[in-house]
């Protein structure tokens, strides 16, 4: 089993930045890709981003390329997500989530934390 607790998010004017942390436990963490998702109010979850095991490849989705990046410390067992240039229409749950590859994490990931809120007023 994967634990995943996210934390950082809150309420945010347009145009600033935040930073979100993910930190997990229970097995080793660099075997394990990454990823965030966003679920925005009524509508369904969304990939954001994924990172690899080694933090060695990213991808992102086009809504946020250029905005938001994706990182991981493996020392730390925390993976990140930089948010620079928030727009309104970030306002979502943000969740992290992990498995064995990239490719599971963007299909259907095993673990999932429990969700921080971020809200971007215009």
């Known amino acids: 089993q994967v634990q995943l607790v996210e934390s950082g998010g809150g309420l945010v004017q347009a145009g600033g930045s935040l930073r979100l942390s993910c930190v997990a436990s229970g097995r080793t963490f660099s075997w394990y890709a990454m990823g965030w998702f966003r679920q925005a109010p009524g509508k369904e979850r969304e990939f954001i981003a994924t990172i690899s095991a080694s933090g060695g490849d990213t991808s992102y989705a086009d809504s946020v390329k250029g905005r938001f990046t994706i990182s991981r410390d493996n020392a730390k067992n925390t993976v990140y997500l930089q948010m620079n240039s928030l727009k309104p229409e970030d306002t979502a749950v943000y969740y992290c989530?992990?498995?064995?590859?990239?490719?599971?994490?963007?299909?259907?990931?095993?673990?999932w934390g429990q969700g921080t809120r971020v809200t971007v007023s215009s």
């Open positions: 989530a992990s498995d064995l590859d990239e490719t599971r994490v963007l299909t259907s990931p095993r673990y």
